[in-house]
Structures are given as structure tokens and as C-alpha cells.
């Protein structure tokens, strides 16, 4: 049986060719975009051991790493990010 309701055309084909990549590299700077709008290191006094009780890993904005004592990444600051590290925005979970 020959349907012709689910053939694609050629310039269907190349519309999707065109499109998946422009969205491929809107996606890619949305996300170096929301990496920029992050703060820096210096400018929250980052260091990558613990204030007392206070480190990245019971802060709410704190991202794991793979394992509970890999780097993980955070939610305000740029960069990768000790769970023992701490900084000015740090923030109870």
C-alpha cells in the first residue's frame, strides 16, 4: 500500500534540515546566556572550603555533582562548585 498522507516532501525535509540546527544554536546560547547572568566568584567571596556549619552543600542553590563529594554547579554563581565550598549568598535548603 502506497500512503501518500505520511510522505514527507523534499522541501518539508529541507525546512527541517534548516530549522533543527538554528534551534540547535538558540538553545546553545540561552545557555551561555544563563551562565553569564551568573555571579562571579569573586563578587560573592566563593572559597572552596565551609564557613563554619555553612557549605555549598546545605545551600538551597547548590547543584550535585555526580557523587555527594564530586563538584557540583550552583544555581547564582559561575563555575564549578565545591559541596564543601561557601559564599556570601549561601542560603539554608
Not at 23 to 51: C, D, I, M, N, R
Request: proline content about 3%; glycine content about 10%.
Amino acid at each position: 500500500m502506497n500512503d501518500s498522507r505520511n510522505r514527507i516532501s523534499r522541501s518539508d525535509a529541507l525546512k527541517g534540515i534548516i530549522v533543527l540546527p538554528a534551534l540547535a544554536v538558540g538553545f546553545g546560547a540561552l545557555t551561555l546566556e544563563a551562565e553569564a547572568a551568573k555571579a562571579s566568584k569573586a563578587s560573592v567571596k566563593y572559597q572552596s572550603h565551609p564557613k563554619g556549619s555553612q557549605k555549598c552543600a546545605g545551600c538551597r542553590f547548590f547543584i550535585k555533582g555526580k557523587t555527594a563529594s564530586a563538584n557540583g554547579a550552583c544555581q547564582v554563581v559561575a563555575g564549578s562548585i565545591s559541596p564543601n565550598g561557601w559564599c556570601v549568598s549561601w542560603a539554608k535548603k
